[in-house]
């Protein structure tokens, strides 16, 4: 009886996500790619059928057995529909929304504190320069003990909690009390919450001679100002050549991939252009002369960069402005277009695909895998995507360079994958937390003895405390690691204990420029520039 009385819900769910997403659709909305609102679809309320559906849900709610939530019903009707559609087309409420809008704007209201869940305090490992944390007189090394009047002692207070208990309107405040070098102030802090923006560049610095390194992490609102300024004063730090580090880069707004695409030519050029069944044709082109016009240009990828990074990536292969170096991206071609409830949720909804300047498009073949029936009545679909590269699609640049559609973005310069990083020895360890946790409990309580020149150039990890570290898995975390794999591992781990170091005391970009000085396609990279680069 009871999953006869599941599956009635179900299904009369499943129509009424049918009605919503026709609602839904004669709705304005924000392109993704900009702001420009369409008015063209027409409301499914006016066609045959809708008054039935709507009866149906009226009966449902008035009528059920049951005392059930409409609004909770219809919700999982539309993510159930929309998850059948493709895998980038997806649901979200209206907490998943904000944090959406708040991470590709790189702004939000709160403190601006970076922490890291250290026994039972959180440790105060990064400050928003300017933000108000660092204003109220909070210092890196801080433990924060209680926010407010919550004890975090207890070790019991989630992260979604502490999250809401620092955030919170522009002008409010917050009490926080913090504990300095072993001893509580006598006062917490005060601090005023305010808006805090984050830069979407990881960093942006001069590698090598005439040779500048940048690092996009996302691509919002900002991401294309933040570029044009940094590529400003690179070049004015002599800056001739560059190398674009989009590994990683999970994509964002493409408009924002469109201007960064632009900032590499110096006259008008077709970028991307996008296409669907209920989308005619529309064309993307560099607008002026950019910022780097002239000079050589590397671009990393791998398979983990996608979307807006494989629009720019592609542009700049297609019209041999750039060389790629590293491993096939992760090819998603289609573009979304968010559509918004009253409520505050939203719809992405897949409605074109884009195709780079030759007209690749680098949209991976997904098939819906196998589910079983619990999977089913719960409405969720599993997705696969192609690991196969097909290289049916070629196209010829004009320079005569063969490149190929259906599935990622293939380099010019191929990386294998490094096998001490895809262990499952290292994942986990990486994903155990064991490196921060060593690091924040041993590196510190002492300021270091160096500059931060000093300390990039010239600092590496003791031998000693690398057996420390492998000591503290076996003993402490649970983490058996024999000796042959301790010695496979210890670059990449004493990397990343050297890289955490310098993060701490000297910020995110100090993180990168000491990760830099062992990544190998960093090293292909220069290499392909002509430089002759030391094992490190």
Not at 109 to 121: M, N, Q, W
Not at 184 to 213: C, F, G, W
Not at 481 to 491: F, G, K, M, Q
């Given at each position: 009886?009871?999953?006869?009385?599941?599956?009635?819900?179900?299904?009369?769910?499943?129509?009424?996500?049918?009605?919503?997403?026709?609602?839904?659709?004669g709705q304005n909305y924000a392109e993704e790619q900009g702001n420009?609102?369409?008015?063209?679809?027409?409301?499914?309320?006016?066609?045959?059928?809708?008054?039935?559906?709507?009866?149906?849900?009226?009966?449902?709610?008035?009528?059920?057995?049951?005392?059930?939530?409409?609004?909770?019903?219809?919700?999982?009707?539309?993510?159930?529909?929309?998850?059948?559609?493709?895998?980038?087309?997806?649901?979200?409420?209206?907490?998943?929304?904000?944090?959406?809008?708040?991470?590709?704007?790189?702004?939000?209201?709160?403190?601006?504190?970076?922490?890291?869940?250290?026994?039972?305090?959180?440790?105060?490992?990064?400050?928003?320069?300017?933000?108000?944390?660092?204003?109220?007189?909070?210092?890196?090394?801080?433990?924060?003990?209680?926010?407010?009047?919550?004890?975090?002692?207890?070790?019991?207070?989630?992260?979604?909690?502490?999250?809401?208990?620092?955030?919170?309107?522009?002008?409010?405040?917050?009490?926080?009390?913090?504990?300095?070098?072993?001893?509580?102030?006598?006062?917490?802090?005060?601090?005023?919450?305010?808006?805090?923006?984050?830069?979407?560049?990881?960093?942006?610095?001069?590698?090598?001679?005439?040779?500048?390194?940048?690092?996009?992490?996302?691509?919002?609102?900002?991401?294309?100002?933040?570029?044009?300024?940094?590529?400003?004063?690179?070049?004015?730090?002599?800056?001739?050549?560059?190398?674009?580090?989009?590994?990683?880069?999970?994509?964002?707004?493409?408009?924002?991939?469109?201007?960064l695409a632009g900032q590499f030519f110096k006259e008008k050029r077709?970028?991307m252009y996008t296409e669907g069944a209920n989308e005619l044709r529309?064309?993307?082109?560099?607008?002026?002369?950019?910022?780097?016009?002239?000079?050589?240009?590397?671009?990393?990828?791998?398979?983990?960069?996608?979307?807006?990074?494989?629009?720019?990536?592609?542009?700049?292969?297609?019209?041999?402005?750039?060389?790629?170096?590293?491993?096939?991206?992760?090819?998603?071609?289609?573009?979304?277009?968010?559509?918004?409830?009253?409520?505050?949720?939203?719809?992405?909804?897949?409605?074109?695909?884009?195709?780079?300047?030759?007209?690749?498009?680098?949209?991976?073949?997904?098939?819906?895998?196998?589910?079983?029936?619990?999977?089913?009545?719960?409405?969720?679909?599993?997705?696969?995507?192609?690991?196969?590269?097909?290289?049916?699609?070629?196209?010829?640049?004009?320079?005569?360079?063969?490149?190929?559609?259906?599935?990622?973005?293939?380099?010019?310069?191929?990386?294998?994958?490094?096998?001490?990083?895809?262990?499952?020895?290292?994942?986990?360890?990486?994903?155990?937390?064991?490196?921060?946790?060593?690091?924040?409990?041993?590196?510190?309580?002492?300021?270091?003895?160096?500059?931060?020149?000093?300390?990039?150039?010239?600092?590496?990890?003791?031998?000693?405390?690398?057996?420390?570290?492998?000591?503290?898995?076996?003993?402490?975390?649970?983490?058996?690691?024999?000796?042959?794999?301790?010695?496979?591992?210890?670059?990449?781990?004493?990397?990343?204990?050297?890289?955490?170091?310098?993060?701490?005391?000297?910020?995110?970009?100090?993180?990168?420029?000491?990760?830099?000085?062992?990544?190998?396609?960093?090293?292909?990279?220069?290499?392909?520039?002509?430089?002759?680069?030391?094992?490190?």
């Amino acid at each position: 009886m009871q999953k006869s009385i599941k599956r009635n819900i179900f299904v009369a769910a499943t129509y009424a996500a049918v009605l919503l997403l026709g609602l839904l659709l004669g709705q304005n909305y924000a392109e993704e790619q900009g702001n420009n609102q369409k008015t063209t679809f027409s409301s499914l309320s006016s066609r045959g059928n809708s008054d039935k559906l709507q009866y149906l849900i009226q009966l449902i709610s008035e009528n059920y057995v049951d005392n059930i939530s409409i609004d909770t019903v219809q919700d999982e009707a539309i993510e159930h529909v929309v998850s059948r559609l493709d895998p980038f087309s997806t649901f979200l409420r209206p907490k998943e929304v904000l944090a959406k809008h708040q991470t590709l704007e790189g702004s939000f209201d709160g403190i601006g504190v970076e922490y890291f869940r250290l026994k039972d305090t959180l440790l105060v490992v990064g400050l928003v320069s300017g933000g108000p944390a660092e204003k109220s007189g909070m210092r890196i090394g801080d433990r924060i003990l209680k926010i407010g009047n919550k004890d975090l002692a207890s070790g019991k207070v989630t992260e979604t909690e502490i999250d809401r208990l620092i955030r919170g309107k522009k002008g409010s405040a917050v009490l926080i009390s913090i504990q300095r070098n072993g001893q509580e102030l006598h006062t917490p802090l005060k601090v005023i919450r305010d808006q805090v923006n984050v830069s979407s560049l990881d960093a942006s610095y001069m590698i090598a001679p005439k040779t500048a390194y940048i690092k996009i992490r996302r691509f919002g609102h900002k991401t294309a100002d933040e570029f044009k300024q940094s590529l400003i004063d690179l070049r004015k730090s002599g800056a001739q050549d560059l190398i674009l580090d989009l590994r990683n880069n999970g994509g964002g707004f493409v408009h924002t991939a469109i201007d960064l695409a632009g900032q590499f030519f110096k006259e008008k050029r077709l970028l991307m252009y996008t296409e669907g069944a209920n989308e005619l044709r529309r064309d993307y082109y560099s607008e002026k002369a950019g910022e780097f016009g002239e000079g050589r240009v590397i671009v990393l990828i791998n398979e983990s960069t996608a979307s807006a990074s494989e629009i720019l990536s592609g542009a700049l292969q297609d019209l041999d402005r750039a060389t790629i170096v590293g491993r096939r991206s992760y090819g998603k071609g289609l573009v979304q277009e968010q559509f918004d409830f009253s409520d505050g949720s939203a719809v992405n909804l897949t409605v074109a695909r884009y195709y780079t300047p030759l007209g690749r498009c680098i949209q991976r073949k997904y098939t819906r895998a196998n589910f079983d029936v619990a999977k089913y009545m719960t409405g969720f679909d599993l997705w696969t995507l192609d690991t196969e590269y097909s290289q049916k699609e070629m196209f010829t640049t004009s320079k005569g360079k063969l490149v190929f559609g259906g599935g990622g973005i293939l380099p010019d310069v191929n990386i294998p994958i490094d096998t001490n990083e895809t262990s499952a020895k290292y994942r986990e360890i990486f994903h155990s937390n064991a490196i921060e946790e060593f690091v924040y409990d041993r590196f510190t309580r002492h300021l270091p003895a160096y500059s931060i020149e000093n300390f990039i150039s010239g600092y590496h990890l003791p031998a000693s405390e690398f057996d420390l570290f492998i000591h503290y898995l076996n003993t402490q975390k649970n983490i058996a690691v024999t000796a042959r794999e301790a010695e496979n591992l210890h670059d990449l781990i004493q990397s990343d204990i050297e890289a955490l170091v310098g993060r701490y005391y000297f910020g995110r970009e100090a993180y990168y420029k000491i990760k830099n000085r062992k990544d190998k396609f960093i090293e292909i990279g220069l290499k392909t520039l002509g430089y002759q680069v030391p094992k490190a």
